[in-house]
């Protein structure tokens, strides 16, 4: 079903040289991946153990303060907790007392881990257990950590589907069973779900679910396929649970996503013809969508500064299906195993990094001048005033992007910069 | 530990960023971990900077904690100094880098670099973001300042504006406006910081004559230091308002020494104030919430300056809670010294005013209860930095106050008919005022409003128990703007007078008794 590689490109990116830095990094924590989960999650509330600073960072990642109550909320460590006047474990458990008495609607809680409580090591995953017991019956208390000496960005939500995983009931059924694993946009989990229904994959579940008792269980029968490229705790997790990994592309554009259901329909010996046949309007609607897109995009330099771990994935898409050329992959970390056929559709002279050293990289950026850069929103304005055109990162993870009939707004996301900046006369 | 949803106010490092942002020539190297880079987007995207704020980070990592993070501080800062040259450096731990104490001050002062050096202690578990923007410009002016050049007898008198930052809520345009004030009065200025300042300006902190102190959340500090060092006067009235500009005025013109009446009464606020169509503005019931000084300023402007009626007071900084005290002694209000946003919610559910003017958070607060508000003070949102200039400050900040706060009223005449025509269907409950922009419209798709069926804290709305369904339809005649107030009165005066269930005849004797 796949496009051919590029010609001359037949291993592409799979076993270049990769470019390590080590030095600031401008990028978010995980903690930011608090944004979306406790959305995904109806009935889970993220209770950060931290400082004032995981508290302003969770109102200023999202760009704008959202301002009713959220699910989530951070239990900031004062002077009394860290000269020992408090002890952080007696007030722990009053916060969350007071949390669950006030919400009482919640049944799964996080504690979430952060720079300061490591570094003082607070035991969060005691203080869970210890809190699971006194609310048994009522609310369940999981925990990870979201801290930025241990997780970039999206890493955080890895953490916490891995600490899920743990957690999972067992499958004890003798069927194969497909577990499709990342948090998705509601509607676009739905639209997969139809796709596998008339693939006739079933049972099919998604982890996370969208209420805390309707996680999925998982056994040696478990086939998963993962949605998002950053999820590599939470794959080792499931495989130790006896899961096994479909390995594939990931669901962006038109390619990606048929790749991505090819390789379940595979591992679930549907016919090849019937696969054809059920994802053919699907497959070219995707087509017809990013075809409006292609001409501005179609021969422009792209670099992406890491931000998401989607870097590999997304520049595989606009190289594949809409010509652009990579000059710069960024990522901040990358799993080779999870992205090895991303990397052999990437053209071979791409440059991969991993890490970052900001400064570095921007210097590269400047003498590169690619054509759109994507980078994190504390870079977007400053380039852009150097005359760089640049999309925000961060829209491509809180945007419907995955599967066929998003595809087309994917394009649009890469595309509307560079339009904008012909369309303007000021 | 403290449960905390929204805050009003960063951690103290986040100050220093907007002291370094605000000037030039300044870099700070901010011992943190990944992560902490996030306060880059509050100034590239909030105030939309086209410059990064010029902050490194060390970026440590767990597998760095106790091996070199010391080296790596002293490599990031000698990286920093080669690549941008600054004149002057600030260092620092954000909160995480504190805990490991591995001393910046002492690491930097081994390192002996070319150039004046102010090692921060900003504790990030006792003090927040405008405590650290005030102590890291009173440590920078401490590390600066030089001896004042002799002044000639009879030379044009000199103040320094001091106050103004990076992310500071319409400092840039209040700075214009002071400025352009100062001119008319034949006062020259001597340095304006930190806001455009670079480490040299600050050096000449000491040729001033006296100092204007114009955000004391900021200044204040250094104003003092100032006065002990230079023997500097201090002017502490802020011009925000028409009385205030004019009292800011004579202050500044009796430490000059020059006549103030080339720049006295050039605003519109007191003839649009005292037009007949402003007659609908008096007695509104307003809360006031924000930093202290913008919310005591305002408070002033609303009483004194709108004829509306001050119903609530307060401010979010406890440094400056004395004085926030104080006035709401003086408006005959409780005052509301919090950073908690749920209780700030709390008091406006409970007191239904007609209008807030208050922060972000209140805007959002405002919203959901469908009350008008206007922006007063910092936190700051992309829609406080208006491509127009919008000062709040001067004559002409109080030209913008006017506007600002009359125009989200429902205004003198639409009141009326809305009341007369109560089952016109355009004017139904569910149209909302069409001044309220379409977050007031309840099915308008908000798309980042979050549904209200959500909230953490226990509604507190009053229980409407004891009323007949008869009163109670007739309340649903009053519109819905005054409908809270009418109820809270009519409560209010059935407990006084002691009846239980509260009928058309309650109602109406509650609005001949609160009649005014």
Redo the contacts between chains.
């Keep these: 079903m796949m496009t051919p590689a590029l010609p001359g490109t037949a291993t592409g990116c799979q076993s270049a040289p990769v470019l390590r830095e080590r ?10 991946g608090i944004i979306w989960l406790h959305r995904k999650v109806q009935d889970a509330f993220f209770l950060v ?1 931290g ?3 995981c ?3 969770l ?13 989530f ?7 009394r ?2 000269a020992g006047l ?1 002890d ?1 474990n007696d ?2 458990d ?2 969350v007392d ?2 669950l008495t ?2 009482p609607d919640i049944r799964l809680l996080f504690l979430v881990g952060s ?2 409580s ?3 090591k607070l035991d969060l995953a005691r203080a869970a257990a210890r809190l699971s017991v006194k609310h048994a019956g009522a609310t369940k208390v999981l925990n990870y950590s979201g ?4 997780t ?1 960005f999206t890493e955080g939500e890895d953490a916490c589907l891995a600490a899920l995983v743990a957690d999972l009931p067992a499958d004890p059924s003798a069927a194969p069973a497909l577990m499709i694993v990342g948090t998705l946009p509601d509607v676009v989990e739905d639209q997969f779900v139809r796709l596998f229904a008339d693939l006739g994959i079933g049972p099919v579940h998604v982890l996370p679910a969208r209420r805390a008792d309707a996680m999925p269980a998982v056994g040696p029968n478990t086939r998963f396929l993962l949605a998002q490229p950053f999820l590599g705790d939470t794959a080792r997790a499931l495989e130790d649970r006896g899961a096994v990994r479909i390995d594939a592309l990931f669901p962006f554009g038109a390619e990606g996503t048929t790749q991505w259901l090819h390789a379940a329909a595979q591992a679930f010996g549907v016919d090849e013809m019937h696969f054809r046949r059920t994802i053919a309007p699907g497959r070219e609607r995707a087509k017809r969508a990013i075809a409006h897109s292609r001409a501005a995009l179609a021969g422009k330099r792209v670099t992406f500064l890491p931000d998401s771990q989607l870097e590999v994935p997304l520049a595989r898409f606009l190289a594949t299906e809409l010509g652009m050329q990579p000059v710069e992959v960024g990522t901040p970390y990358l799993h080779r195993r999870h992205l090895a056929q991303e990397l052999a559709l990437l053209p071979a002279d791409t440059l991969i990094s991993e890490g970052q050293d900001v ?1 570095r990289q921007l210097d590269r950026v400047r003498a590169a001048k690619p054509d759109l850069t994507v980078c ?7 380039l ?2 150097e005359g760089l055109t640049t999309k925000w990162a961060i829209e491509l993870v809180f945007s419907p992007i995955h599967g066929f009939d998003q595809a087309g707004d994917l394009a649009e996301l890469f595309a509307r910069p560079l339009r904008r900046r012909d369309v303007l006369r000021v | 530990m403290q449960l905390t949803v929204w805050t009003y106010e960063g951690p103290p490092h986040v100050g220093a960023m907007r002291i370094a942002t605000a000037m030039e020539g300044v870099h700070y190297v901010l011992h943190a971990p990944q992560g902490d880079t996030y306060a880059d987007l509050l100034f590239t995207m909030i105030e939309r900077r086209a410059k990064r704020p010029p902050v490194t980070y060390t970026t440590f990592q767990a597998r760095d904690l106790g091996t070199d993070t010391a080296q790596l501080f002293q490599t990031a800062v000698r990286d920093a100094y080669a690549r941008f040259a600054p004149r002057a450096m600030l260092v620092g731990a954000s909160c995480t880098a504190e805990l490991i104490q591995d001393d910046p001050a002492g690491l930097i002062e081994a390192m002996d670099l070319p150039c004046p050096v102010v090692a921060l202690e900003l504790p990030s578990y006792q003090r927040k973001e405008n405590w650290g923007a005030a102590e890291t410009f009173y440590q920078l002016a401490r590390k600066l300042a030089a001896d004042a050049a002799p002044r000639e007898a009879g030379a044009q008198p000199r103040a320094n504006i001091l106050g103004p930052t990076a992310l500071g809520f319409r400092h840039r345009d209040d700075v214009v406006e002071i400025t352009r004030l100062l001119a008319t009065l034949g006062i020259a200025v001597n340095v304006i910081a930190p806001l455009g300042a670079s480490p040299d300006d600050l050096a000449r902190l000491g040729d001033a004559d006296f100092n204007i102190c114009l955000y004391p959340e900021i200044a204040d500090t250094t104003c003092r230091w100032l006065e002990r060092r230079f023997g500097h006067k201090t002017v502490r009235t802020v011009p925000i308002g028409y009385g205030a500009t004019r009292d800011f005025i004579a202050e500044v013109a009796g430490l000059a020494g020059v006549d103030p009446a080339a720049v006295l009464a050039t605003s519109n606020l007191p003839w649009w104030s005292r037009s007949v169509d402003s007659t609908y503005l008096t007695g509104k019931r307003v809360f006031i919430f924000g930093d202290a000084t913008h919310a005591i300023a305002a408070a002033r402007v609303a009483r004194d300056e709108l004829g509306f009626e001050v119903v609530g007071l307060g401010c979010y900084n406890r440094e400056f809670a004395r004085d926030v005290r104080e006035a709401a002694a003086r408006y005959g209000v409780e005052p509301l010294i919090t950073d908690d946003y749920l209780e700030v919610e709390a008091a406006i559910q409970a007191l239904q005013p007609e209008l807030v003017l208050g922060t972000q958070m209140e805007r959002h607060i405002a919203k959901r209860l469908r009350i008008p508000c206007a922006v007063i003070s910092a936190p700051v949102h992309v829609q406080d930095f208006p491509a127009r200039h919008s000062p709040q400050m001067g004559f002409e900040g109080a030209n913008v106050l006017f506007d600002t706060w009359v125009h989200p009223l429902v205004m003198g005449l639409e009141e009326h008919l809305l009341t007369m025509f109560r089952d016109d269907f355009e004017f139904s409950d569910a149209a909302g005022a069409s001044h309220l922009g379409h977050g007031a419209v309840p099915h308008a798709p908000v798309a980042l409003a979050e549904p209200v069926a959500d909230p953490i804290a226990e509604p507190v709305t009053v229980v409407p128990s004891g009323w007949s369904s008869e009163a109670e339809r007739e309340l649903l005649k009053i519109p819905f703007f005054v409908r809270g107030k009418a109820r809270r009165n009519t409560e209010r005066y059935a407990t006084e007078q002691g009846i239980t269930a509260i009928t058309l005849e309650t109602l109406y004797d509650a609005k001949a008794h609160y009649a005014r």
Excluded at chain 1, 73 to 79: K, L, R, S, V
Excluded at chain 1, 376 to 382: D, M, V
């Design positions: 030095g600031q990094r401008e990028v978010f924590c995980g903690l930011t153990v400082s004032r600073t508290a302003h960072l109102q200023s990642a999202a760009g704008v303060m959202v301002f009713a109550e959220p699910r909320a951070t239990a900031i460590i004062e002077e907790d860290l408090a952080c007030e722990l009053r916060v007071r949390l006030r919400r720079c300061p490591e570094v003082i801290s930025g000496i241990e970039t400064d994190g929103l504390g870079l977007a304005n400053p852009e005033a």
